[in-house]
């Protein structure tokens, strides 16, 4: 191979594993390797690459879908790559490379096991609650505690539930710019002292708001047990081992349902999740719209960290 066409070759090759090298290319492509030893080898160190990087990506994908490690890098494929076959007569040349003095190693990533156990939220679609929510405080397990909040059916309003007959209905509070509703759950059973993460998620409709309404998803997590916050009537805050909250943003004027999602890493050993839900105060302008919560769901993630292995094919 020729110093001058090295770079014209690297070229060559990128444009055959990236798919993007026309007939005539891969032609030349194919005729050179048959007689230049030197190609054959920087072709190989190529396919290497190709086949170590798509082993990666499959193994980032699945961590990223967990949503564990969302802070992390996420590993892309460099330069298009992806395995392109060549013709039976090159192929043969490169089993020929294979299966002579060439070693080939690299580095193949075990993709995770991924652990999803559901939450079992207390009625989650607000299809049981048939009463106005009791006060936030004291605070009373398996139940939804809240504000002055109620439920109402499909047939008390022009909106339409998310999924099934009712939704829960948000009241603003007198004397504070929000209301909310929230739940205690126990996962004592669910989270073991491997990395895991909470992912929580409601739907939420405003209607007849000519301002841009804002709502709250909130999680708090706790090494205590549920019973030990059951019928408090403290602020929970110097107790919170982790907590997160994320706001959901509804246009003005929005005739549709929004959905928001919130994960949150949990310490190990963690026992209780509280999750609420609140929603801000609109401005005066919006003062007589309604804003309206549906479908909670809530999972338990477990990712078991991914391995590395070595993979080895060389002469035998």
Not at 19 to 47: F, M, V, W
Not at 50 to 58: G, N, T, V
Not at 216 to 222: E, H
Request: charged share 25%.
């Amino acid at each position: 191979m020729k110093n001058e066409n090295i770079d014209e070759w690297h070229d060559l090759i990128q444009k055959h594993f990236a798919g993007i090298a026309t007939p005539e290319e891969s032609a030349e492509l194919e005729q050179a390797l048959e007689c230049d030893g030197e190609l054959r080898t920087l072709y190989l160190d190529y396919a290497n690459l190709d086949m170590a990087l798509e082993s990666s990506a499959k193994a980032a994908s699945a961590l990223q879908e967990a949503q564990l490690f969302s802070d992390r890098p996420t590993i892309h494929k460099s330069n298009g790559f992806s395995w392109r076959p060549l013709t039976t007569a090159a192929a043969g040349i490169m089993i020929g490379i294979l299966t002579s003095s060439v070693v080939w190693a690299y580095a193949v990533p075990k993709i995770p096991d991924v652990t999803r156990i559901k939450v079992s939220l207390v009625d989650p679609g607000f299809e049981e609650t048939s009463t106005s929510v009791p006060a936030v405080i004291p605070r009373t397990l398996n139940r939804w505690n809240g504000d002055a909040s109620h439920t109402i059916s499909s047939g008390d309003s022009a909106v339409e539930p998310k999924q099934g007959r009712f939704m829960m209905k948000m009241q603003p509070v007198e004397d504070r710019p929000y209301s909310r509703i929230e739940q205690i759950v126990d996962v004592s059973h669910l989270v073991s002292a491997e990395d895991a993460a909470v992912e929580f998620s409601a739907s939420f409709f405003c209607d007849g708001a000519v301002n841009q309404s804002r709502m709250l998803l909130v999680l708090r997590a706790f090494t205590a047990g549920a019973d030990e916050i059951s019928g408090s009537t403290e602020k929970l805050d110097d107790q919170v081992t982790s907590a997160a909250r994320k706001p959901v943003l509804i246009p003005a004027g929005s005739t549709d349902w929004h959905i928001g999602k919130l994960r949150m890493d949990l310490p190990a050993n963690t026992k209780t999740i509280v999750f609420s839900v609140a929603a801000v105060d609109l401005p005066k302008a919006s003062a007589g719209s309604s804003r309206y919560i549906d479908d909670m769901k809530a999972t338990i993630v477990t990712v078991h960290p991914a391995q590395r292995q070595n993979s080895t094919v060389e002469k035998r």
